[in-house]
């Protein structure tokens, strides 16, 4: 036997060293997103060409819950959301069968569709700056795509992605003199460059004496192959490309902007593969980037951005250390209880359990993460009952003079079932927690998963190694005559002195009147119910978490150039670097923030900010306060609003307030958008409002009549072509240089003084009669823009979004915003939703209370089972309600909310650990009873209590002593010697630490009282009845 304890704990030390660490669970996001691109296409055809006929397809595959779409200038993102039991494999299969089913429906001009799937694997965990003064754009890109491809080459890095580099072109800028000298169109230009950069399979000749390919060079593969192509010949000789262009190896216009702690700068982002450590990855990231940066040149700097590697570690650490500190609190309490040897036995089930649960984590394939973690801590209290349970018993026997052997195998064969029965009520009330629906589900999984581990590893030691390390370790004693538990025995209760003595008149008392005990209680758990609905705070869906990471977003309304957008960027970026506090940061302008999710980012976001807050133990200010003086500094730009973007902890579900406006007519839409997003803006207690309406704006127009460019020779193709020359330019083809990996688009265009609005009437088309101005039978015309069109399940869609203030409940301004709303005349066209933390807390709230009815159901079989006796079973499960009402006191003692995850899950927690206590009590009554038929009921339910009272308030207080310092927002480290008030590890786990410390601690102050009266009130009754029987038959007789 000690050999496979051995074993088990050494198999438990090489999975802790081999398991991967994160921040967070590795949580597959059920979503495929395809992203289609087609040059110049307005939104409003985006929607009409690319959108709709992909939505036809998509919306028809099995398991899809959401579809979301988005249009916008240039390209088409659809996002297909399906259920997170649904098959991520076939998912991906499905939506590549239906976009190639819909690619036939879509112009033939569009890119080839690119499909992908969303994971957390896809967030960076490091970011790599690259810039310094003096370095050119081009060896800034070179490098940063250098140490991408070394970085790359690292086994566990997914991928890593380039922010702020700009794509190659080989641009040829047209002399539009010498092409007017030369008597050249531009669609003469256009059509010789494409008609000689194609690659030809001219196929192979079979000669009789061999068969030989025939190639025929057409793809341009160098700049002189470009400048060669012939145009025109004339007497003189043959006019190429040279003649009438100058060609040049640029860079397309910059339509975005990155910076590195307040630096120009390059950045790769980081991402690693699932189910890998962070700490190892970051680790050989930063290997490589050292190893490669020797190499560049001395004036270039190098900067980590990001790192989370910090923060993981140092979240690991505390919770780590507030485990160690609970288990010495719980190893303390039961030395005190039992002593040295037998406080040992029983703590030894702890670092087993632990090593247990570690090897069931690894062989499962999770990392140790938080939530890992955290079901580790909450498994601390929970895990040692089964031990103390039989060593208590145990204990007593040795103090009747039993041998160690015989003491230790009475109280596991005496205790067998009760444990078996306790730890399955406990399982059973964590189990329907494991068939957690949605994203918030699979974050959450790993607690009761993590709970079961440590718990079955507990029982296994209760029941197994326990006995036989205490019949190895203990000593005979001698019987002592009228110590406590004979007294308990013999009957002599008010020979017992001491908190037992005190508790054995209290129990007289409380089976002498037992009727009154249960009134008094049901009189208590009202008024608290009733005090809870009128003092209570509210509910919110999840916890406000002291800030690390934060950010800010950037939005302004306007037709800005990149390079005015980047000027209105670093102002904000140059403010929030005035506050302090920042470790690192990075900022984005420009480049389109059209993201996914609840209406993606605003239209009018121009530019974001990532940062990473300085350590938290060298700040004055804690992260809130660091937040509130950067939204300080930044909220009065004019023209500009800036708002905070705190990091998501846990589920991620966007803004606290989100409504959704559906609706076909977009000007009606709109319409609405804009009034209750003015109203939101007025509403106290709100900040960070924005909405996903199309921007106001302009855009030209151009209006062909069609009958006069018929007669001038023209048509709208040639109007197009000679328009583009003057805008991006004119494709004509690809060619790959050696010097770099991917293709480089050949564009031609007019030089830049001959772009602009203003040149467009100046433009000339070629047609039989010669060159025409396109003014001749081209009108421009002004009008309204349409920047995006955001589209869900087939519906264009719109959002108003808002935050609360720190101490704001979303769910009260989500009450005023409804009946706000009930006064307003709404459209009937519009139909309007709340979404997001709203949603996601009414499923939630809807999932507990369905899992805990089941939890409930299932612990009454189970309990039926064990006692054959349904009056039994639901005085064991009345402990749940009193366990759910001490923590609803709980929140009225300490202002907190009802949060619909954490509390939810205490509460849920609850039930299987309250009813453990009851579960032994009776036990041991029907035990006596049996074993006693010559003893009335008071007398066995007396020492019935005060023989469980010990073990009962040890599995109590270790419970809650273990939870303690973190339900009071402490977190004691012993490890790193450190405490800490309303750090993030306390203010993380408070809500549900104090849910389980209030409701166990009210629960089992009250079950030790009423569970007695209640396992007397059946006969107090009969006697009453028996009584009242025998008076009304005197009084018959009498008559």
Aim: net charge negative; charged share 20%; glycine share 8%.
């Amino acid at each position: 036997m000690m050999s496979v304890l051995a074993a088990i704990v050494f198999a438990g030390l090489a999975s802790y060293s081999a398991i991967p660490i994160e921040m967070d669970p590795d949580v597959p996001i059920p979503i495929v997103v395809v992203t289609i691109l087609h040059e110049g296409i307005s939104p409003e055809d985006s929607e009409r060409l690319l959108v709709r006929p992909m939505e036809l397809e998509l919306r028809s595959l099995e398991g899809v819950e959401e579809l979301d779409a988005y249009a916008g200038e240039g390209s088409a993102t659809i996002v297909v959301e399906f259920d997170t039991k649904f098959d991520q494999d076939q998912a991906l299969v499905d939506v590549r069968e239906a976009v190639n089913m819909a690619k036939a429906k879509i112009p033939s001009t569009a890119e080839e569709p690119i499909i992908r799937e969303v994971s957390m694997s896809d967030f960076p965990i490091i970011s790599v700056g690259i810039g310094g003064e003096g370095i050119s754009e081009r060896i800034k890109f070179r490098l940063a795509r250098e140490l991408r491809d070394e970085i790359e080459t690292i086994d566990d890095v997914l991928e890593a992605r380039l922010e702020g580099d700009r794509e190659e072109v080989l641009e040829a800028v047209i002399d539009p003199s010498e092409l007017e000298a030369y008597g050249i169109s531009n669609e003469e230009l256009l059509s010789a460059v494409g008609r000689n950069n194609r690659l030809i399979a001219a196929g192979s000749v079979d000669t009789g004496r061999g068969r030989f390919s025939i190639k025929i060079p057409g793809v341009i593969e160098t700049g002189e192959d470009v400048l060669s192509i012939p145009l025109k010949a004339t007497s003189d000789g043959v006019i190429t490309l040279a003649d009438v262009v100058s060609l040049r190896r640029t860079f397309k216009d910059a339509d975005g902007y990155s910076r590195a702690n307040g630096s120009s700068a390059v950045v790769v982002e980081v991402a690693k593969r699932a189910n890998t450590s962070i700490v190892d990855v970051v680790r050989e990231v930063k290997t490589v980037v050292e190893e490669v940066r020797k190499n560049f040149p001395a004036n270039v700097e190098v900067s980590y951005i990001a790192d989370m590697t910090g923060d993981t570690v140092d979240q690991i650490d505390t919770l780590e250390g507030n485990i160690t500190t609970a288990m010495f609190l719980v190893l303390t309490v039961v030395v005190a209880a039992v002593g040295i040897r037998s406080g040992l036995l029983v703590a030894l089930g702890i670092p087993f359990s632990f090593m247990f649960a570690f090897m069931i984590v690894n062989l499962l394939g999770y990392t140790y993460n938080f939530m890992v973690m955290f079901g580790m801590l909450l498994g601390l209290g929970m895990l040692i009952d089964g031990a103390i349970v039989v060593v208590e018993l145990a204990d007593r026997r040795l103090k009747d003079g039993a041998s160690p052997k015989a003491a230790f195998s009475y109280a596991v064969n005496r205790m067998f079932l009760p444990i078996i029965a306790s730890t399955m009520t406990t399982l059973a009330a964590f189990l329907p927690l494991m068939f957690w629906p949605g994203v918030a589900g699979q974050f959450m999984k790993y607690l009761p998963i993590t709970v079961f581990a440590v718990l079955v590893g507990s029982l296994g030691y209760a029941l197994l190694f326990a006995p036989v390390l205490g019949a190895m370790i203990s000593r005979q004693q001698t019987r002592l005559e009228g110590s406590y538990h004979q007294l308990i025995n013999q009957g002599r209760f008010d020979e017992v002195g001491g908190i037992i003595g005190a508790y054995a008149r209290l129990l007289r008392l409380s089976t002498a009147h037992p009727l009154i005990v249960i009134c008094c209680t049901v009189v208590l758990l009202v008024a608290i119910l009733q005090a809870y609905s009128s003092r209570g705070v509210g509910s919110t869906y999840f916890i406000d978490v002291e800030p690390n990471f934060t950010g800010v977003n950037i939005s302004a309304r306007g037709n800005y150039s990149a390079e005015e957008i980047r000027d209105i960027v670093l102002d904000v970026e140059r403010r929030v670097q005035e506050v302090g506090y920042i470790d690192s940061s990075y900022t984005r302008a420009g480049g389109g923030h059209s993201s996914f999710g609840n209406g993606g980012s605003a239209p009018d976001k121009i530019g974001a900010m990532f940062m990473k807050l300085s350590d938290r133990r060298t700040r004055e200010l804690d992260g809130w306060q660091v937040e509130q003086a950067m939204e300080d500094a930044i909220k009065n730009i004019p023209g500009v609003r800036a708002e905070i973007n705190s990091m998501e902890m846990g589920p991620p579900v966007g803004k606290d307030i989100q409504i959704r406006l559906r609706g076909e007519d977009l000007k009606v839409l709109t319409d609405h958008t804009k009034i209750i997003r003015a109203h939101l803006e007025e509403m106290e207690g709100l900040v960070a409002v924005d909405d996903t309406a199309p921007m106001p704006g302009i855009e030209w127009q151009i209006e062909v009549d069609r009958a006069k460019a018929a007669m001038t020779g023209a048509d709208v193709t040639s109007v197009g072509a000679a328009i583009q020359l003057i805008t991006n330019g004119v494709l004509v083809g690809r060619y790959r240089p050696d010097d770099v990996d991917d293709e480089v688009d050949i564009r031609i265009r007019y030089p830049e003084e001959y772009r602009g609005v203003s040149q467009l009437d100046n433009l000339r088309v070629s047609t039989s009669s010669g060159q025409v101005p396109i003014s001749s039978f081209v009108e421009r015309v002004a009008k309204s823009k349409v920047s995006s069109i955001f589209r869900q399940d087939g519906s264009r869609v719109m959002y108003v979004r808002a935050n609360t203030e720190q101490g704001v409940l979303p769910n009260d301004k989500l009450d005023e915003i409804r009946e706000w709303l009930s006064t307003q005349e709404i459209d009937q066209s519009i139909d309007i939703k709340f979404r997001g933390a709203s949603e996601e807390q009414q499923e939630v709230n809807q999932f507990i209370g369905v899992a805990f009815t089941l939890a409930l159901m299932a612990m009454g079989i189970l309990l039926v089972t064990q006692f054959n006796s349904f009056y039994q079973a639901l005085l064991i499960l009345s402990a749940v309600v009193m366990s759910t009402i001490g923590v609803l006191l709980g929140l009225i003692v300490t202002g907190y909310p009802f949060s619909a995850i954490m509390t939810g899950i205490g509460i849920v927690a609850l039930a299987g650990i309250i009813v453990n206590n009851n579960i032994v009590l009776i036990d041991t009554f029907n035990h006596l009873r049996r074993e006693n038929p010559g003893w009335d009921m008071q007398r066995v339910i007396m020492t019935t209590g005060c023989q469980r009272l010990r073990p009962v308030f040890l599995t109590t207080f270790t419970t809650g002593f273990g939870l303690l310092p973190l339900a009071s927002g402490v977190s004691i480290d012993l490890i790193g010697r450190e405490i800490e008030v309303g750090g993030p590890t306390a203010s993380y786990w408070v809500q549900l630490a104090s849910a389980v410390v209030s409701g166990l601690s009210f629960a089992t102050l009250l079950t030790l009282v009423v569970t007695p009266a209640l396992l007397i009130a059946p006969e107090a009754i009969k006697s009453i009845v028996n009584k009242v029987r025998d008076f009304l038959g005197g009084r018959m007789s009498a008559a």
